[in-house]
């Protein structure tokens, strides 16, 4: 069975950085596409940024040009870079994975994804 663990959540003033990590057991996890999800209480689960096994990347509209998110094959994990943080990417971020092939434009639904780890919180005050 494989696990999903994120790490680096925490609580920042706006305009500061965070860096995400999810680390990966029990899968070949250069095999893989991984993506980074949040969900805000109340709303519904949103994509973030996601990236292939040829290390294509795609973001959302909403955090393009603030976040980065990349992979390290070697070490089995997941980060996802936030700069200049806002109060509304105040979530819970989820690190997702899954073998199978996707379309671009279903990349962010989390309804495309089968793996997930337990989450990391960020808090960003105004």
């Known amino acids: 069975q494989g696990r999903l663990v994120e790490s680096g959540g925490g609580s920042v003033q706006a305009g500061g950085s965070l860096r995400l990590s999810c680390a990966v057991s029990?899968?070949?996890?250069?095999?893989?596409?991984m993506g980074w999800f949040r969900q805000a209480p109340g709303k519904e689960r949103e994509g973030v940024a996601t990236i292939d096994t040829r290390f294509v990347v795609r973001y959302a509209d909403s955090v393009q040009g603030r976040f980065t998110i990349s992979r390290d094959n070697a070490k089995n994990t997941l980060y996802l870079q936030m700069n200049n943080l806002k109060p509304e990417d105040t979530a819970m971020y989820y690190c997702a994975a899954d073998d199978r092939p996707k379309l671009w434009s279903l990349l962010l639904s989390q309804y495309e994804w089968k793996y997930w780890g337990q989450g990391t919180q960020v808090t960003v005050s105004s």
């Open positions: 029990g899968y070949t996890y250069s095999h893989y596409c």
